[in-house]
């Protein structure tokens, strides 16, 4: 071999080693990228969680005893009012659970931005190579 072809090898070899490492390179920009989404999206979730149980302790504490005031002014209707209340307790669990269902079945983007900078990672090797 002369040392002109061992310079072009190289050169080739180094090219390729080059892309190699350019493309390893995004691919763990991307990982990382994603891997903070997953991190905000669990952080987010539990917050909520969090959040709504706190909401939903509060308001049952404040239910239970409006409905003992109500029960203690109004002793002579306590049947009424005892069921009244319990048909209402079962419209709104029976609404928030409708709720829940169409959440459950609306679409998210949890991975959007991810997706994003591949599409255009995507789009820009595409127009480099042509």
Do not use: C
């Not at 490492?21 to 909520?48: D, H, P, Q």
């Not at 109500?70 to 009244?84: K, M, N």
């Not at 269902?101 to 127009?127: C, T, V």
């Amino acid at each position: 071999m002369t040392p002109s072809s061992n310079h072009e090898r190289g050169g080739v070899l180094g090219s390729a080693k080059g892309s190699i490492a350019t493309v390893l390179s995004i691919v763990r920009t991307r990982l990382e990228l994603l891997g903070n989404e997953i991190k905000e999206e669990k952080l987010r979730v539990v917050r909520m969680l969090l959040l709504a149980l706190v909401a939903a302790f509060g308001l049952l504490i404040g239910a239970l005893l409006a409905i003992a005031w109500l029960l203690a002014l109004y002793w002579e209707h306590r049947v009424v009012v005892l069921g009244s209340f319990t048909a209402l307790f079962f419209l709104i669990g029976g609404l928030a659970g409708q709720a829940v269902r169409r959440a459950m079945n609306r679409p998210d983007n949890l991975f959007s931005s991810s997706m994003a900078e591949l599409q255009e990672d995507l789009h820009q090797i595409k127009g480099s190579q042509s």
